[in-house]
């Protein structure tokens, strides 16, 4: 599983397209569901199912949270792909880079459609110094 960040809202759609172009899958073989759509579903997921895709909203510098399910690609065909779909259509995305923990932040890529991807750190603060740090929380976990 990888859980990765879009900055923008996207729609069930656009997150089907998005699996469908990274992971080279027919449109019949991606599933997208919110967290309360897969509790009720428990262990019966449809059978042409190659790729589960489960989306959250989520508060701060992304607005949809995806949790990739059912897949298995290696991370820099991953990364090569999502970047030539964020640059088609023109979203930025945030996903975990592989040296995960540095100074006790995540580190993450982030993919724009127009510059080359960087790395950026996530914080905990609600204060954003500079462009190298990242915040978001998943807004059913919000108290």
């Known amino acids: 599983m990888i859980d990765f ?3 923008e809202a996207i729609s069930d759609e656009e997150a089907s397209l998005l699996l469908q172009q990274v992971f080279s899958l027919a449109e019949n073989k991606v599933v997208i569901l919110s967290l ?41 065909i991953f990364l090569k792909r999502l970047q030539y779909f964020c640059k088609t259509e023109s979203i930025t995305c945030y996903v975990p880079s592989e040296n995960i923990y540095t100074s006790s932040y995540y580190n993450y890529y982030k993919i724009m459609p127009d510059c080359e991807m960087i790395e950026v750190s996530e914080w905990l603060k609600d204060d954003n110094e500079n462009n190298e740090q990242i915040y978001f929380h998943n807004k059913l976990m919000k108290n």
Not at 36 to 60: A, D, M, R, T, Y
């Open 36 to 76: 309360q759509e897969i509790e009720n579903l428990g262990k019966k997921l449809p059978k042409f199912c190659e790729c589960l895709g489960v989306k959250s909203l989520i508060e701060g510098d992304a607005c949809t949270l995806l949790q990739i399910h059912r897949i298995e690609i290696p991370l820099d």
């Open 5 to 7: 960040f879009v900055k």
